[in-house]
């Protein structure tokens, strides 16, 4: 089976920076995704690695570590409509080779 | 595209009452999966289809819950008989493939079962 773990909860101010982490451990591994979620809306995607190394979207980066079962997202230069939930989620060859997705990341942005 | 479109957004039924969600995926995504989130077991995956074929089930609680695929535009989830415990929030999502760890949500179902 799959297990990812993940801060329950970040608190951060407008314009800082703020990493997200995420260890996972898995059969086999094909990639991290990384979703928002706002309260009463739906999971949006974020990123995806597959890879080793960080990806960088605008003011959002994803990296990925195979070796170490680990990742991370960042956010910088915080806004206000930032503050949601963060979820990390794997996909594993093994058994169902959907998406697992952890518990999430309460991210608040105070100002 | 006007993305994975799900009713009813809210339903409010009784225990024991008969209970369909509808989800109708982005044109042209050949995997459709449906998802249920609670506070307490977060994002779960219930099914998901493949080329409207069931792929993987083992998320399903029991027998209570079904879920068809008769086209590749529209698919449904059923609990019968509901009970308060499935009170959350069912999302379904589709996508194009598996490789790019990308699933487009629709706005998800608010189920209260009392």
């Known amino acids: 089976g799959q297990s990812l773990e993940q801060p329950s909860e970040v608190t951060a101010v407008e314009g800082a920076i703020v990493q997200i982490n995420c260890t996972y451990q898995?059969?086999?591994?094909?990639?991290l995704s990384w979703y928002q979620q706002h309260d009463g809306g739906a999971p949006t995607f974020l990123s995806y690695?597959?890879?080793?190394g960080l990806e960088e979207t605008g003011r959002f980066s994803s990296f990925l570590s195979r070796s170490d079962s680990y990742g991370y997202l960042l956010l910088q230069e915080l806004q206000m409509k930032d503050s949601a939930s963060y979820f990390c989620a794997v996909r594993d060859y093994t058994g169902r080779r959907a998406l697992t997705f952890g518990s999430g990341t309460r991210l608040q942005v105070q100002p | 595209d006007a993305g994975v479109i799900q009713s009813p957004r809210h339903e409010v039924t009784e225990m024991g009452q008969e209970v369909t969600l509808r989800c109708k995926p982005i044109?042209?995504?050949?995997?459709l999966f449906w998802y249920r989130q609670t506070m307490m077991r977060g994002l779960e995956l219930l099914i998901y289809?493949?080329?409207?074929?069931?792929?993987?089930d083992s998320g399903m609680p029991e027998d209570r819950f079904s879920a068809k695929m008769p086209n590749a535009s529209f698919s449904t989830l059923k609990i019968q008989p509901s009970e308060p415990r499935d009170s959350a929030v069912y999302f379904c999502?589709?996508?194009?493939?598996?490789?790019?760890?990308?699933?487009?949500f629709g706005e998800g179902s608010r189920l209260t079962v009392l």
């Open positions: 999502a589709s996508s194009s493939t598996l490789n790019t760890g990308e699933l487009f």
């Open positions: 289809f493949n080329n409207n074929v069931p792929i993987d």
């Open positions: 044109s042209g995504h050949d995997y």
């Open positions: 690695n597959a890879l080793d």
């Open positions: 898995t059969s086999g591994f094909y990639g």
